[in-house]
């Protein structure tokens, strides 16, 4: 009896150095952004010289905010997903590894796109705006496939299992936003980078829209 609660024990400690390490690697990360964002140096200040220089910064904060909001979105996923789980294997811990690989990749990516989202959007330039695009692809399609795994009841590790409303949501959510960021790749070289960013603001309204339908879809299933 005491080796099986040693174990549980070890086990729920193991776990929880998981999720630790996780959310070490998410404030990072999260923190790294805002060193992309220099201080601007200008010979001869004054306030109109400091303030056509932050003009300039206006890419950068605009693409570290957006970046911010994302990951922390993406930590707040992290953190309901690992709500449900109960128990580990490796697989989880690989899939879990990779997940934070395009977590920590989210720096470089936010700074490659936003140093030259002016020009970007002047010159056409794609593959500042694609390298994003899949840091962002790669990060959502892991979040679904960890999704996939978890609830796989063969794996018994999440007890008792999640609801089936939550799941799919869950799974339908991690789906739909990657794939409308690798949609908006070919916008971006079929017409142009400005045409491929609208692209991405379908995103909260296809989410609205798949929410809406699969409540209805559940609450009518459970009035009949």
């Known amino acids: 009896m005491s080796n099986?609660?040693?174990n549980e024990s070890k086990k729920e400690f193991q776990l929880e150095r998981l999720i630790l390490f996780s959310?070490?690697?998410?404030a990072i990360a999260i923190t790294l952004l805002v060193i992309e964002i220099k201080i601007p140096e200008v010979e001869?200040?004054?306030d109109s010289s400091l303030l056509q220089s932050l003009r300039?910064?206006?890419p950068k904060v605009l693409g570290f905010i957006?970046?911010?909001i994302l990951i922390g979105l993406y930590w707040t996923i992290h953190h309901r997903m690992f709500?449900?789980?109960t128990s580990y294997d490796k697989r989880l811990v690989i899939l879990n590894l990779f997940f934070l690989f395009f977590i920590v990749l989210m720096p470089f990516s936010t700074g490659f796109y936003s140093e030259y989202a002016g020009p970007m959007v002047e010159r056409n330039l794609k593959i500042p705006f694609s390298f994003?695009?899949?840091n962002f692809f790669g990060l959502g399609?892991?979040?679904y496939l960890m999704w996939r795994y978890i609830s796989n009841p063969k794996k018994r590790l999440t007890v008792p299992a999640i609801d089936e409303m939550t799941l799919k949501l869950a799974k339908l959510r991690s789906i739909v936003v990657p794939s409308i960021f690798l949609l908006s790749l070919p916008v971006a070289f079929i017409t142009n980078v400005r045409t491929a960013v609208y692209v991405l603001l379908l995103i909260p309204v296809i989410l609205t829209i798949v929410r809406k339908k699969i409540k209805n879809k559940y609450k009518l299933a459970a009035s009949n």
């Open 4 to 6: 099986v609660l040693h």
């Open 23 to 26: 959310d070490a690697v998410f």
């Open 44 to 46: 001869h200040p004054t």
């Open 56 to 58: 300039h910064l206006a």
């Open 66 to 68: 957006v970046s911010f």
């Open 83 to 85: 709500g449900f789980v």
């Open 132 to 134: 994003y695009v899949l």
């Open 141 to 143: 399609f892991m979040n």
